[in-house]
């Protein structure tokens, strides 16, 4: 069984495009996250919920909107797509928001805009 | 500057050999260390953590953290070619701050 999964694995779209990817996670978590990878493999932290409530919210544009609808998936719809959105996105989750909490990850979306 | 800095690498050891990995950061909010190992094409998963300053072992895996010196390190003993991977170090206060990653190649 898949603990965090996500669709699709692969996006490939033209600038100006609206795309949106899914999360879900079966492992009970309260908390659920979404991660940008760049090129050079930073990986960096957009946005975070608890409890479908947004508790973290990185500089991020506000072309890219998070929605929960409940506390096992977690969805990022992104606005007007730019080249520069081209990343591998990561969804996580883990069990609370505390800093002591192990974060399970999906297996990525690799987004192309070209 | 970046809250924590890493060295990407690469690095290539031969089977057998010590890697040594470490990261420095700036943040003294930081209380939790981790270390998360990327296969290719896949997710990061947690491969160590340390919450104090001092060692913790794990098989072939010691993780240090000096909290003093603001550094923490990972070292793989009698590696193998399965361990060909990148290495994450992160840090967490109120979020979870990586480091660029040290992709590692084990030569058989």
């Known amino acids: 069984d898949t603990a965090v999964s996500q669709t699709p694995k692969y996006l490939v779209t033209q600038m100006g495009n609206d795309k949106s990817i899914k999360c879900e996670q079966n492992l009970g978590h309260d908390t659920m996250y979404w991660y940008k990878q760049d090129s050079k493999k930073f990986l960096k932290i957009m946005f975070s919920?608890?409890?479908?409530?947004?508790?973290i919210n990185e500089t991020v544009p506000n072309r890219f909107s998070p929605k929960s609808p409940d506390k096992a998936h977690l969805n990022l719809h992104i606005n007007s797509l730019e080249l520069g959105d081209s990343a591998v996105y990561f969804c996580?989750?883990?069990?609370?928001?505390?800093?002591?909490?192990?974060?399970?990850f999906g297996p990525g979306t690799r987004l192309t805009v070209l | 500057q970046k809250e924590v800095e890493q060295d990407p690498g690469p690095l290539s050891v031969p089977e057998g050999a010590i890697v040594s990995l470490n990261c420095t950061y700036s943040?003294?909010?930081?209380?939790?260390f981790m270390w998360y190992r990327q296969y290719s094409r896949k997710g990061p998963e947690l491969l160590m953590y340390t919450y104090s300053s001092g060692n913790k072992e794990d098989g072939r895996f010691t993780a240090q953290v000096d909290k003093s010196s603001k550094y923490i390190s990972l070292f793989i003993r009698d590696s193998q070619p399965s361990d060909s991977a990148t290495y994450l170090c992160?840090?967490?206060?109120?979020?979870?701050?990586f480091g660029a990653g040290t992709t590692v190649t084990v030569r058989a």
């Open positions: 996580a989750s883990s069990r609370t928001s505390g800093g002591n909490n192990e974060q399970f």
């Open positions: 992160a840090m967490n206060d109120y979020k979870l701050s």
């Open positions: 943040n003294s909010a930081f209380q939790y």
């Open positions: 919920y608890n409890n479908k409530e947004l508790i």
